[in-house]
């Protein structure tokens, strides 16, 4: 599974940005995909995901403002993020589980500034 993420930039405050990644390879199977962020200095965590059953997780920190989706018939997966705040800037990487097995993009970054 080769995972591609594009869409991230400079934005003010309040702004909104969204995020794609076309997944491509061997995606046949259960794949469950989702989107993480690295900010300078701190770990990865997780921004928001499908699960395995189909529903959502997403982080506290974007609830009510992020918005996950994708697009089985593109193999794509998308963030739609609003009302940004300097704290959601970040690499943001597109990442894919199948049977076990991880999977990241090269990241996209998000740069929000105040």
């Known amino acids: 599974v080769q995972l591609q993420a594009s869409g991230g930039g400079l934005v003010q405050a309040g702004g909104s940005l969204a995020l794609s990644c076309v997944a491509s390879g061997s995606i046949f199977g259960s794949v469950v995909m989702g989107w993480y962020r690295q900010a300078p200095g701190k770990e990865r965590e997780l921004v928001a995901t499908f699960t395995s059953g189909g529903g959502t997780i997403y982080s506290d920190s974007v609830k009510g403002r992020f918005t996950i989706s994708r697009d089985n018939a593109k193999r794509s997966l998308y963030l739609q993020m609003n009302s940004l705040k300097p704290g959601d800037t970040a690499l943001y990487y597109c990442?894919?589980?199948?049977?076990?097995?991880?999977?990241w993009g090269q990241g996209t970054l998000v740069t929000v500034s105040s």
């Open positions: 990442h894919a589980t199948k049977y076990g097995t991880q999977y």
